[in-house]
């Protein structure tokens, strides 16, 4: 451990205790993030922050993630119509055999509110993926009551 590294780990539990976000928005004390930011990390991400050990390091990776989505060229299109995405999709890759060139675990299409499918609290799939994780070519649903 190198003396810098320390001091960028206390410089993130300065940020911790303090009221602002790295965004420049306020956030709560005790808080990494603000809720906006917050909002926008994907839930391993989330998961990481609350494990003490490595916690600086996800902050890291979490400023990052947010660093590369807010930049405008991280700002894709939908995959599917030309709305700005506003969530990348959370299905598995193997389902998405076009995307394998990261090693992300995730499928990550870039979709808008309208083509992503809310399948919990901050997990969205995209068309392909839902046609992927469907057991079977599921009939319509619904509109029985
Ligand atoms: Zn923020
Ligand atoms: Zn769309
Ligand atoms: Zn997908």
Redesign the pocket.
């Known amino acids: 451990m190198t003396r810098q590294l320390k001091q960028a780990d206390a410089e993130i539990y300065t940020e911790l205790a303090g009221t602002k976000?790295?965004?420049g928005?306020r956030?709560g004390a005790g808080k990494s993030?603000?809720w906006?930011?917050w909002c926008k990390l994907r839930s391993a991400m989330k998961r990481a922050l609350y494990d003490e050990r490595g916690y600086c390091e996800s902050v890291r990776q979490a400023k990052q993630f947010l660093r590369e989505r807010e930049a405008p060229s991280a700002r894709r299109r939908c995959k599917w119509c030309s709305a700005w995405s506003t969530k990348l999709c959370d299905g598995p890759r193997a389902h998405n055999p076009a995307i394998v060139s990261h090693q992300r675990k995730t499928c990550d299409a870039p979709m808008c509110d309208e083509h992503a499918k809310s399948i919990g609290p901050d997990r969205d799939l995209c068309p392909d993926c839902v046609k992927a994780l469907a057991p079977s070519p599921v009939p319509e649903q619904g509109r029985l009551l």
């Open positions: 976000c790295s965004c928005r956030k993030f603000c906006q930011c």
